[in-house]
């Protein structure tokens, strides 16, 4: 044996000690049961699976609107006391659409995205495909939690401001398509306000952003989420906006620590 085989011998342990050979390693980055496919054929795929997605919105709006009146009701609890007024012909029943069109996308919702996970399945690696299932379990977990959130704080805060400061003034009649207007709207971009950790997940695996780098921002991070609160409310009493930039700091900081578990 030569002193270059010796040290050959050596050192071959040391390289897969972290768990994994270096085919290991690269199998994580290869295609699984990976099928040529022309231009033509991902845009039939991808008309198939918008075909479908449609579908099923349009089958979760009609089931919403059929029960409507239980739906507007539940969205009508945080506003006790105000009384609803129809201030046009037909503004209920476009109320009405508006809510079961919400809330059918979220019923379909599940659907939809299992329809996205079908069409991009082909073209992950095995390290991608590791990651779609936490991201997409945790990714709906937070978007209703984000519900929730805005539902039973953000929506309750901003009503009783409003109010409480006309409350010596003003009779409180508002309008039916204005109210649901602005539920409908606090609650959506509450629930895509709640994506962060998600982001900031992707953006660790993918390499663009580590940890430390996420906690150096922190600055940044208060004043955006500031800004993302007076955006995303539409109300413009100080209180819904600091709950939400309060939230989404929370969440920031807990997508850090996540990010470290993930030892990026």
Partial sequence: MTPSQEVDTIQTPEIETEGYGNSDLESLDELPGEVEMSLFDHLEELRQR??????????????????????????????????FLQLAPGEYFFVSLKVAGYSGLLLSSPFILYQIILFVLPGLTRRERRLLGPVVLGSSVLFAGGLVFAYLLLIPAALNFFISYGADVVEQLWSIDKYFEFVLLLLFSTGLAFQVPIIQILLANLGIVSSERMVSGWRFVIMAAVVLGAVLTPSTDPLTQSLL??????LYFGGIGLVKLTGK
Wanted: proline residues 5%; charged residues 10%.
């Fill in 50 to 83: 918008i075909f479908y997605s449609l579908i099923a919105v349009a089958v979760g709006v009609v089931g919403c609107f059929f029960a409507v009146k239980p739906i507007v009701q539940l969205l009508e609890v945080p506003a006790q006391g105000v009384k």
């Fill in 245 to 250: 930039a309060g939230a989404v700091l929370t």
